[in-house]
């Protein structure tokens, strides 16, 4: 029983239980066994009979044989044989039978002519069982115009087949018992190959993009059907069928996952491919520029070697990107976990960005606080965020740098008051290759991969990127991580600010 199921009544555990393939199964393999058996049983029974009739068709045979070999005796009373075998006149108490000509011949040829048929016990008011020791066979006979009647007690032979057949129910009764668990068992290890991968479906689901090839590959022999130009087939569901029902539900779960991931992967292709034909359209022009009038024209030749120079530093950058990226989602980058302090991480950015930008103002907020995590990565993605504020903060803006801890979580963020973001592209901008502005692309040198890196290195850490932003405003974007176990000791001067000016709210 599920996690899910032992917090349920326990009618609607058993209401489920019944709806499951495991019950079906199992109750069709028990009634199938229990109707062998009770037609076993039917044609023991008609044996049984069919043998108490050949005996006492052979013992009225013998008895033929041996009384009436001289002829015609005289019986004014009734004559009692062995094995309680008696013969004497007719007097028609119970109704006989006779045996059609076409099977006489099976018959022993002294009694096959005569009327037969079971005499019941004259009492009325008695049990089953001594109903079948008093029971006897009668066979109706012609002798001289005389008709003569042979019984045979049918009580010994009931006793031995009533005490065999009591021990035949016991043993099928002990048999359908350990069959219906066996049985039982048997099902759920045949359908165990259905849970397996309904689990390992519900895993990938919950994996969000970190897709295991492993488990891929395991799914894909089962999944044939279903290719690349035909991901939006969905498998059909029988409501009465709860494993398939689950499989089916969480195969098309991920089905939709990988449809949407694969029509992304689209996208990204054709985006990069965008992305990279600008600077190639560009160096490729100032090269026939150079080649036409740029071998004698100083002030053409330096402005063309600018510009490759420049493109082939942005293709470095978004090819350097893609890279990234690519890495990431294919599980090949390795972290390189440590416990650092992060107030240090982000003064060391804020210190050598203020080296490389000064038509910008910074600030920094920090207190003490140490995760575990990979401080090279954690870096980048800090550095994503400022070189972000910066392309879209105007000169003489101010930047402010934060690290604080909000309960086992620490918050890194870089706030700005720049042009800020529309409330219809917030939920948009960790996707790859979009900007707000596309009218910026070329002036800021962005090619819309920052974010999606920030947010991928926030994923790998266990953590999540929160936005807040107003046009006209500023945009402040927090990193969240959980905090180390074991926080660092406070340094000296530590949680000062290096310039004491309040974060305050956006």
């Not at 029988?238 to 992304?264: P, V």
């Not at 000169?395 to 870089?414: E, F, N, P, Q, Y």
């Not at 890196?453 to 046009?471: F, T, Y």
Request: charged share 25%; with cysteine; hydrophobic share 40%.
């Amino acid at each position: 029983m599920s996690k899910k199921e032992r917090g349920k009544p326990p009618e609607a555990s058993r209401s489920r239980y019944k709806q499951s393939i495991v019950y079906k199964l199992g109750m069709k393999l028990f009634f199938r066994l229990f109707g062998i058996f009770l037609l076993l049983d039917i044609v023991i029974c008609l044996l049984a009979a069919v043998s108490a009739v050949m005996y006492s068709e052979r013992a009225a045979a013998s008895v033929v044989k041996s009384v009436f070999i001289y002829g015609t005796p005289d019986m004014n009373s009734m004559y009692s044989l062995g094995s309680g075998i008696e013969i004497k006149e007719y007097q028609g108490q119970y109704k006989l039978y006779r045996i059609p000509r076409l099977f006489q011949n099976l018959y022993p040829e002294s009694t096959a002519r005569g009327a037969r048929g079971f005499k019941p016990p004259e009492a009325e008011d008695i049990s089953f069982s001594e109903f079948l020791r008093n029971i006897k066979y009668g066979i109706i006979i012609e002798q001289n115009g005389a008709k003569y009647e042979i019984t045979v007690p049918l009580g010994q032979l009931a006793d031995i087949f009533t005490f065999a057949f009591r021990i035949l129910l016991i043993i099928q009764l002990i048999i359908i018992i350990d069959r219906a668990f066996k049985d039982i068992r048997m099902v759920r290890r045949t359908l165990s190959p259905i849970y397996e991968l309904t689990t390992a479906t519900q895993i990938l689901n919950r994996a969000g993009s970190q897709f295991d090839p492993a488990k891929m590959e395991a799914l894909a022999g089962k999944l044939e059907g279903i290719d690349a130009a035909r991901l939006d087939t969905r498998i059909p569901v029988s409501d009465t069928q709860d494993e398939l029902k689950s499989l089916a539900k969480a195969i098309n779960d991920m089905l939709d996952r990988i449809n949407e991931s694969y029509r992304a992967q689209v996208r990204f292709v054709s985006d990069a491919s965008h992305e990279l034909r600008t600077p190639i359209s560009v160096i490729q022009g100032y090269a026939n520029l150079l080649d036409r009038w740029g071998k004698k024209d100083e002030k053409i030749l330096q402005e063309s070697i600018t510009a490759i120079r420049d493109e082939a530093a942005n293709m470095k950058e978004l090819v350097e990107q893609l890279l990234f990226l690519a890495r990431g989602d294919n599980n090949t980058i390795t972290l390189q976990i440590e416990n650092f302090n992060l107030c240090d991480l982000a003064r060391e950015v804020v210190h050598e960005t203020e080296m490389i930008d000064s038509s910008h103002s910074y600030e920094a907020h920090l207190s003490e606080i140490s995760v575990s995590a990979d401080r090279a990565l954690i870096k980048q993605a800090l550095r994503i965020l400022v070189d972000n504020a910066i392309k879209y903060t105007p000169s003489g803006g101010r930047i402010t740098v934060a690290v604080k801890k909000d309960g086992g979580s620490a918050m890194l963020s870089v706030q700005d008051d720049g042009i800020g973001i529309s409330p219809e592209s917030v939920p948009k901008i960790f996707d790859r290759f979009y900007r707000a502005d596309e009218s910026r692309t070329r002036a800021t040198g962005g090619a819309g991969l920052g974010l999606s890196i920030a947010k991928w290195i926030a994923q790998r850490h266990c953590g999540h990127m929160d936005v807040l932003s107003r046009e006209g405003i500023g945009t402040r974007i927090t990193l969240v991580l959980p905090a180390a176990e074991t926080a660092l000791a406070a340094q000296p001067n530590a949680g000062a600010s290096e310039k004491h000016q309040n974060l305050g709210e956006i």
